[in-house]
């Protein structure tokens, strides 16, 4: 008998600790009343709640299975088994799990809900919008639906509908967490970066501390060509969460598209302590060694990561770039071949290949390679005036001015246009003023017979 008082103050005990969010002792208090008393299934139920609590969905799913073994459905130790069992990717038994309550009850509007989620995930998106449909036939208020529904429009990029059915969810829960980021996130992905922006910030001050939402808020910022409050996005990040590797790594990449390969390497240096197999790593080390003109450092990472995506047109840029540096032009021209058997528009492909052919003299095939940049890219300033230069080379002086014409027009603060443009005015200078004095003097006209030649 004092097993079973025991017991009894056991749960008791589990139940304090749990309303003072001591999950992991409230769970020894419980497992030790389970083991007095295996057969109450109550003390399951409690455990499985516990354990969702300490995100041990699977331990969880046993212990509502327990519960519910040999007694009566209980509908909510079954909606918390379907959900465990959908968190754990086992879609079909969660779907059983919700097809049974919906048999045992056709008006029970959660087995519809939760059931048009999982259909989301398994992308039948077709089955998801029926038991949407099926559950506003039996409450149309229920905020979960709205937000269930809207994941699977989101997911056919039906940013419009789904962003409609977000802001329901809030009209009917206006604290319904993450929606205002999702609602900022289909806008991103319309376009709408102002739009985006709002609502992410106004999530922000409902969550200060949400790393995913400071994370969206960086990314947002870098689209936005807002480099310097990126920066400072990801630096709030590392700072409050040290061990978050994605917040050290996109805080390299920005310091290296800002012109800093020594801070970008200690950012990478971070990366390598948390995960030195993190996607990406050897590039980007590459990249900055590349920048600081270490070349054999950035030949050593970037062989690495040659060997690990031998395909990636950026790893085959970042290669080709340190090949041209270090002067070996055929290997540098092959891996720019290698982007454009993907990729026959790489305005930047051909724009390199043009350099391998004018650091070898040839600029009649460099300039063949500019214009396919151009031709790829009409807005490619470099490439128009790598293509000028090749043209004064070649005695185009017509073709170089009109080309210049056009990389003015596409940008006109340019001090490498004015350059070249005083290059072409004195080349074809010194060319008028090199043929005038090649020209021999004409001779004198020999006066006609029977004709008396004029007075002078």
């Known amino acids: 008998m004092s097993d079973w008082l025991d017991a009894e103050r056991r749960v008791e005990r589990a139940q304090q600790l749990c309303e003072s969010r001591r999950f992991e002792e409230a769970l020894a208090e419980l497992d030790a009343a389970i083991q007095i008393n295996p057969n109450n299934p109550a003390w399951h139920a409690n455990r499985g709640f516990l354990l969702d609590q300490l995100d041990r969905h699977a331990e969880a799913v046993d212990a509502y299975r327990a519960a519910l073994d040999g007694g009566p459905m209980d509908s909510d130790v079954s909606i918390a088994l379907g959900i465990d069992l959908a968190r754990t990717q086992r879609y079909d038994q969660a779907l059983e799990v919700f097809a049974r309550l919906a048999q045992a009850d056709a008006n029970f509007e959660p087995a519809y809900c939760h059931r048009t989620l999982i259909y989301a995930e398994l992308g039948d ?124 790594f996109a805080l390299a990449e920005i310091l290296l598209q800002l012109d800093r390969p020594e801070k970008a390497i200690a950012s990478l240096q971070q990366v390598v302590e948390l995960d030195d197999k993190y996607p990406g790593l050897d590039l980007r080390f590459g990249d900055a060694y590349l920048m600081l003109g270490r070349h054999e450092d950035a030949r050593r990472h970037l062989r690495k990561a040659t060997d690990h995506s031998p395909d990636d047109p950026a790893v085959l840029m970042s290669m080709g770039n340190c090949l041209l540096e270090l002067g070996r032009i055929p290997a540098a021209q092959s891996a720019f071949r290698k982007v454009l058997s993907s990729d026959a528009k790489s305005s930047l492909a051909w724009h390199n290949l043009a350099v391998c052919s004018f650091r070898t003299g040839d600029y009649r095939t460099g300039l063949d390679h500019c214009l396919r940049a151009i031709d790829a890219r009409p807005d490619f300033a470099m490439a128009m005036h790598k293509a000028a230069l090749a043209m004064l080379h070649l005695g185009q002086w017509r073709k170089a001015k009109h ?22 005015w004195r080349s074809r200078l010194r060319f008028l003023i090199r043929r005038i004095l090649r020209r021999k003097p004409l001779p004198k006209p020999t006066p006609r017979s029977g004709t008396k030649p004029k007075a002078t």
């Not at 409450?139 to 409609?164: G, K, T």
């Not at 922006?197 to 910022?221: I, K, V, W």
């Not at 210049?404 to 443009?421: K, M």
């Open 125 to 248: 998106h077709e089955k998801a919008e029926e038991m949407f449909y099926l559950a506003q036939q039996v409450n149309d208020r229920c905020p979960h639906c709205f937000v269930h529904i809207a994941a699977s429009l989101a997911m056919r990029e039906q940013y419009d509908r789904a962003i409609f059915c977000w802001e329901k969810a809030l009209q009917i829960a206006p604290g319904y967490p993450e929606v205002k980021q999702r609602i900022g996130q289909a806008y991103r992905a319309k376009g709408d970066l102002q739009k985006a922006h709002e609502f992410m910030l106004e999530a922000l001050r409902e969550d200060p501390g949400n790393p995913d939402l400071l994370f969206d808020l960086g990314e947002l910022a870098v689209e936005s060509g807002r480099l310097s409050v990126a920066v400072s996005r990801f630096r709030q990040i590392v700072e409050l969460f040290p061990d978050h590797v994605a917040a050290h």
């Open 403 to 424: 080309m210049l014409d056009r990389a003015i027009a596409v940008d006109p603060d340019n001090d490498t246009v004015r350059a070249i443009s005083k290059r072409l």
